[in-house]
């Protein structure tokens, strides 16, 4: 019980509030949006001046670049304060499910269709996948078109 709230006070410290991280993050992507829209709506707003009078096309093309430097310094400033979070080494996407790719041989598929165990590889720790009992004739395969999608329950 002890070791227990030690070793969650150490990864605390450690990593710091893992929703705090969160809102954080999510707050800088937002500012980082609304930022990046003003700035887009800016320099539209110039081009559309100096489409309309083509005698303000210098001082569009200033206003342009005092908004390409204004645009850089922002995305710095965000990418700053990711890098202050850590957000930077960050996965992202930690709470995805892992997702498991095995190739089945065709002795293992045999195997699954008729619903046995084969020798050195465990059944019982894979889930259920539905081909138990299938026939292993090839007939199910002759019915098949390759490009057909198959889905349960719709026919």
Aim: contains cysteine; proline residues 3%.
């Amino acid at each position: 019980m002890m070791a227990t709230a030690v070793r969650e006070e150490v990864l605390r410290e450690e990593l710091g509030d893992r929703d705090l991280k969160v809102r954080r993050a999510k707050d800088i992507a937002e500012t980082a949006y609304a930022n990046a829209t003003v700035v887009e709506q800016l320099i539209m707003a110039q081009l559309k001046v100096a489409q309309e009078d083509p005698s303000q096309a210098l001082k569009a093309a200033s206003a342009i670049k005092g908004l390409s430097l204004a645009a850089a310094g922002l995305e710095r400033l965000h990418d700053l304060k990711k890098r202050a979070l850590g957000l930077d080494k960050m996965e992202m996407h930690d709470d995805l499910p892992d997702l498991r790719i095995h190739c089945l041989t065709d002795e293992e598929e045999d195997a699954i269709r008729r619903g046995q165990k084969t020798d050195g590889c465990d059944w019982d720790d894979t889930p259920d996948d539905g081909l138990a009992g299938v026939p292993d004739d090839g007939s199910l395969d002759e019915e098949l078109d390759a490009n057909e999608i198959i889905e349960e329950g719709v026919e």
